[in-house]
């Protein structure tokens, strides 16, 4: 079976048409939402969401919460979503989500490492079990013993959930991106060449 998602991202046309930066920012005044920002108004995913009012205002407090009120630390959180925008091929997320790595103290060669199935060293127990996390729940659907104690050696009973509901999240935006055809923003590059995630490392 052909993997299409290998595929360069500017040889796979968008399969929707965002709206216009216009369009959608008068879809969103009459929606009466709180005003959006020029980078939200400029954003192709922003902007593709769009094509179904009723759900991109249903997961809008979702989104907000996980990037401003969660309680995970930017970087953990950063670590996270980076790992299964790789595991699911997601040029797109793991191109937008390499600029907010970085504003979250990712190094480039960190950000590099989390596009590859071994992810080398240097990273804190917490981070590799963060990292694990990821890979067992994109290959599996669970989490092993070894890596729920490890994450329960440090995170709360909360912040379990939250890192959980947080993959699940990014998870979703990955293979959305990827079927629909998401146009990598101006300027982004998506995943580093890499092998293929294949199982868990």
Request: glycine share 8%.
């Amino acid at each position: 079976m052909t993997d299409a998602s290998a595929e360069p991202a500017a040889e796979r046309p968008a399969r929707i048409e965002p709206l216009t930066r216009e369009e959608y920012l008068r879809l969103r005044r009459d929606l009466g939402s709180a005003p959006v920002s020029e980078m939200d108004a400029g954003l192709h995913i922003s902007r593709t969401w769009a094509r179904n009012p009723a759900l991109m205002m249903a997961q809008t407090p979702l989104q907000s919460y996980f990037m401003t009120k969660a309680a995970l630390p930017a970087r953990l959180r950063e670590i996270a979503i980076l790992r299964i925008g790789w595991c699911c091929r997601s040029d797109y997320e793991f191109g937008q989500h390499k600029v907010l790595g970085r504003q979250a103290g990712l190094g480039d060669d960190e950000i590099t490492r989390l596009a590859m199935a071994g992810v080398g060293t240097g990273w804190s127990p917490l981070e590799r079990a963060v990292i694990d996390c990821a890979d067992e729940l994109h290959a599996s659907h669970d989490i092993s013993d070894s890596t729920w104690a490890a994450l329960a050696g440090h995170l709360g009973p909360a912040e379990i959930i939250e890192l959980l509901a947080l993959i699940g999240r990014y998870w979703t935006v990955s293979v959305v991106t990827n079927a629909l055809r998401i146009q990598l923003e101006p300027g982004a590059t998506g995943i580093p060449s890499a092998p293929s995630p294949g199982t868990a490392p």
